[in-house]
């Protein structure tokens, strides 16, 4: 069970991070104001750079 919900936890927060880098790309799109996919490039690096923080380094730290 307690394997069940970690899971689900994780599950949730990739949900949660493929809606932000959604989100937030067309977000930066509307503040750069080119036609190209650098709005995109922009949230994908934030986003991806929250998950390498709270699934890599916090529990890099934490040991």
């Known amino acids: 069970m307690k394997l069940f919900v970690k899971f689900i936890k ?3 927060f ?3 991070l493929f ?6 790309s067309m ?4 503040f750069i104001n080119k ?3 650098s709005g995109y490039l922009i949230a994908f690096g934030i986003c991806c ?3 390498f ?4 380094l916090l529990p890099k730290i934490k040991n």
């Open 53 to 56: 923080i709270l699934e890599y």
């Open 49 to 51: 750079l929250t998950f």
């Open 27 to 30: 977000i930066f799109d509307s």
């Open 35 to 37: 036609e190209d996919d």
């Open 19 to 24: 809606t932000g880098i959604t989100l937030s």
């Open 14 to 16: 990739y949900i949660i």
């Open 10 to 12: 994780k599950l949730f």
